[in-house]
């Protein structure tokens, strides 16, 4: 049974950081495509950011473009996302993903993602 379990939310000032943290249990986490994906409230879950299963490529909305980075750890079964020079409309439910096909190439498009995480709040305050 495949596990996706976030943390590393909470509540920060604009200007802040924080950093998420997604570990993986249940699949070949080494061969998965990853990726985070954020919810605002009375919005649809939007993309955030990519990253390929061999983490040579990554992807990002133009809006966290040079203030947010994806990274992941094979050997810990965990993708990141450090969020730095936060802004209030960061604020989100912020959720993991693994593609729903082993070996894929990430995307940026909700469903190519089979598996989700229960998600983590990020609250920026101004």
């Known amino acids: 049974q495949v596990q996706l379990v976030e943390s590393g939310g909470g509540l920060v000032q604009a200007g802040g950081s924080l950093r998420l943290s997604c570990a993986a249990s249940g699949l070949t986490f080494s061969r998965y495509p990853m990726a985070w994906f954020r919810q605002a409230p009375g919005k649809e879950r939007e993309f955030v950011a990519a990253i390929s299963w061999s983490t040579s490529t990554t992807y990002y909305v133009p809006s966290v473009k040079?203030?947010?980075?994806?990274?992941?750890?094979?050997?810990?079964?965990?993708?990141?996302?450090?969020?730095n020079s936060l802004k209030p409309e960061d604020t989100a439910i912020y959720y993991c993903a693994a593609a729903a096909v082993s070996g894929s190439y990430a995307s940026t498009?909700?469903?190519?993602?089979?598996y989700w995480g229960q998600g983590t709040q990020v609250t920026v305050s101004s």
């Open 66 to 83: 040079g203030r947010f980075t994806i990274s992941r750890d094979n050997a810990k079964n965990t993708v990141y996302l450090q969020m």
């Open 109 to 114: 498009r909700k469903t190519e993602y089979g």
